[in-house]
Nanobody, 114 residues
Framework: QVQLVESGGGLVQAGGSLRLSCAASGIIFSSKTMAWYRQAPGNQRELVAHITSGGSLLYRDSVKGRFTISRDNTKNTVYLQMNNLKPEDTAVYYC????????WGQGTQVTVSS
């Protein structure tokens, strides 16, 4: 059974940083494209970034140059380093597979105050 557990969210002022972590189990992690998604109130869930099994990266335009996705296959964990956070980054952040997500975890709340 696939399990994805996100952590690392919190309340931060604009310009601040957070590092999100996602521990995965029940899968062959190293073979998966892993992604971070987010959902703000009233909005659809959107892809933030992904990292393939080979290390190729993809970012949505609004986070390029500010967010960095990485993975540690020895720990079955994917990370999202978020710098220079903006109020519009406020959302619940989820990790999952890309492009075909499995069951969603609880996510981790990121709130950026202005």
């Amino acid at each position: 059974q696939v399990q994805l557990v996100e952590s690392g969210g919190g309340l931060v002022q604009a310009g601040g940083s957070l590092r999100l972590s996602c521990a995965a189990s029940g899968i062959i992690f190293s073979s998966k494209t892993m992604a971070w998604y987010r959902q703000a109130p009233g909005n659809q869930r959107e892809l933030v970034a992904h990292i393939t099994s080979g290390g190729s990266l993809l970012y949505r335009d609004s986070v390029k140059g500010r967010f960095t996705i990485s993975r540690d296959n020895t720990k079955n964990t994917v990370y999202l380093q978020m710098n220079n956070l903006k109020p519009e980054d406020t959302a619940v952040y989820y990790c999952n597979f890309s492009p075909y997500p499995a069951q969603w975890g609880q996510g981790t709340q990121v709130t950026v105050s202005s």
